[in-house]
């Protein structure tokens, strides 16, 4: 790989579908100083390097101390930003922190990696990890409109027939998530853009309503326009915590996305009108 940019605190190397990238410190949502010309650069190596191919994958992987503190999709993805890779078309996206962290010299903790790859010649991942939920072709309109998370976890609550629970996942412990998301065949999705709704939706789904929340829970549900009964759901894969807060005039989602430190995402086109996604949920070692 060649060199693209480096500085005292930051280096970025690159080839054909390939950029790295090392520094002291990640990249905040609103960085400042040097860290936001780190941003700036891994930006211009990702449009330039990264290129649009059919059928391919967006495979991107973090390691650091933020591994297992912050969301996997903020610390690769949304502090970066999402424009970065709006040029690319792929039907697949595989992104992961990577504990432990592979050993860099001069004293840089944080690594970034992004590659595009063509899926045919992947393996399916192997998680070698316990099932601990799945759920069927639920359809929903959360592809849809404002793409919100509530949408998704709306659409998982109301169907709870789809749904397989095998066990719960300890709140000690880390998770990943695969989603395979059925689309009409004339219709194109960039998984960056949608990917951060359609996680903490999911996520929300198999948490239980801790006190905070039920406290709360008559005037989310009002805000919501549902029945209060729906935040009570029965799936609580991921134990209790207050996943959904009164905000200003609406509500905010905190699912404990930062739990989550796998995940992949699918596009699987068909011919019927109907939108919906499967998935799994798998406990991490």
Known sequence: MREFASAHNYRIASEYNHVEAVSVKSIPFEPKG?????RDALRNALCSELKPADDSCLIAEYSGPGAGVSDVENLLFYNVGTASFSHLKTNELRMKTVI???IHPGG???WYNYRVAARAAL???EWNHDLAVHWDDVETDGFRGGK?????WLSLIRH???IHSIHP???????GVEIFLTVPINESLHLTSIMKPLLDGVICAFHGADAALQMQAE?????????KELLYQTHCILGETCFVNLYRNGVKWNPQDDRCTAARLVIRHSSMPEYKFSGNIYRLD
């Open 148 to 152: 919100k998370p509530f949408a998704f």
């Open 34 to 38: 040097w860290q936001k010309d780190f």
């Open 219 to 227: 005037e989310i549900a009002e805000r919501l326009k549902i029945p």
């Open 123 to 125: 393996t399916e991942p």
């Open 108 to 110: 840089f903790q944080h």
């Open 169 to 175: 996942i300890s709140q000690s412990r880390c998770f």
């Open 100 to 102: 432990p962290a592979p």
């Open 160 to 162: 709870p027939e789809r």
